[in-house]
């Protein structure tokens, strides 16, 4: 039986979009795979945070945000019209509202559409984009306030602060493209188009490169910060369902590939070669990747599993241990603590599945 988690008292914070709104043990310090402590599902506790303003069909999440800055959760919580953010330590959750929502026809049935993801960037900031009216703002940290905010002409998915170039970059797969925005302004500097639907984000500012797949052409991309020139197109293997979401471990140049039922490590150095898989139960989409402890955390919704794996400099994967969820927790992020905060959209919750102290 799962526990509850009970937040403590909330803060209310109303926000305006710029847009009139629509109706366990770490790897040894050489980082070895093979070399990591046991760790068992055991190793773990498994509690909820329940969010408010969820209806009978739950709370529409999609991409959440760990801020190490503030020991924060960033959850855009869609169909609410709201972001609410957890303080780790406390539990207290302060909602953000005020952003616009949008009903659609999805899949036969209606569908309200609201804030979707959350990135971090620097000097305080946290970018927030909507699918509501398509907005992407820039929001204070800590006091929660709007610094900008620029309207697309394309709905948002995923966002990447890339600190190189001081910019966010923003993925719009139903538009088949990528824009490029100005990090303090929001104003759009470039569109790059594709042949796909681009699909999850890894900037790499070590190699002036950034990452994205196309989900619908089962490749992953290389694309020059710079010149905007894809640079480099790798087949990822996934299958009909393509690839999901990305993550580097960018020192080792490994970039992390999530398939719909597992985990791949490409070498960035070498073209792209493929270094190692491990299988992770269906349903996956997101994972979070800690560069801390080497571990890659991989929610399955349908399989119901969050496994747990240890990554070696040479992009060795490696299982530590698979840890049972409810059925639909997906997209984890992972806090400096070693926590994994999961969404789970039907319930209007998040799954914390956190290591049990020692």
């Known amino acids: 039986m ?63 945000l760990y801020d190490p800055r503030t020991d924060a959760v960033w959850v855009p919580a869609g169909n609410t019209g709201s972001v609410d953010v957890i303080d780790v330590a406390t539990g207290k959750l302060s909602r953000i509202v005020g952003f616009a929502t949008l009903e659609v026809e999805r899949r036969g049935g209606q569908r309200l559409l609201g804030p979707s993801a959350a990135a971090l960037g620097d000097r305080g900031t946290v970018y927030i984009g909507s699918r509501g009216d398509s907005t992407i703002c820039a929001l204070d940290e800590t006091s929660f306030a709007k610094r900008a905010c620029h309207q697309l002409d394309a709905t948002p998915d995923g966002i990447a602060y890339v600190a190189t170039t001081h910019e966010v970059w923003v993925t719009t797969p139903r538009d088949r493209s990528i824009r490029v925005l100005d990090a303090v302004t929001l104003a759009q500097k470039a569109r790059l188009a594709f042949d796909g639907a681009p699909e999850g984000f890894a900037p790499d500012d070590t190699r002036g490169r950034f990452y994205t797949n ?32 990305l993550r580097l471990a960018e020192p080792d140049g490994v970039l992390l590939v999530a ?11 070498h073209d792209g070669a493929p270094l190692s898989t491990i299988e992770t139960g269906d349903g996956v989409d997101d994972f979070d990747y800690s560069a801390t402890d080497h571990r890659v955390y991989v ?9 747990v794996v240890a990554l070696d400099p040479s992009g060795k994967l490696a299982m530590l241990a698979s840890v049972p969820t409810p059925t639909g927790a997906r997209n984890g992020v992972v806090t400096s603590g070693g926590s994994v905060y999961l969404a789970h959209s039907r319930a209007s919750e998040l799954v914390v599945v956190a290591p049990r102290a020692r």
């Open 2 to 64: 799962r526990a509850s988690h009970l937040v403590g008292s909330a803060s209310l914070f109303v926000f305006a979009c710029g847009a009139a709104p629509h109706a366990g043990a770490p790897a040894t310090a050489a980082g070895s795979a093979a070399s990591a402590a046991p760790v068992t599902a055991g190793s773990f506790a498994t509690t909820t945070v329940a969010l408010p303003g969820g209806g009978p069909d739950g709370i529409t999440m999609d991409y959440l």
């Open 214 to 245: 196309l989900e619908d052409k089962d490749v992953t991309l290389a694309i020059d910060l710079a010149s905007h020139e894809t640079v480099a197109t790798w087949k990822s293997g996934c299958g009909e369902d393509g690839p999901h979401g």
């Open 259 to 269: 398939c719909t039922n597992r985990l791949e490590s490409l070498d960035v150095a």
């Open 299 to 307: 929610a399955a919704a349908k399989a119901a599993t969050l496994t």
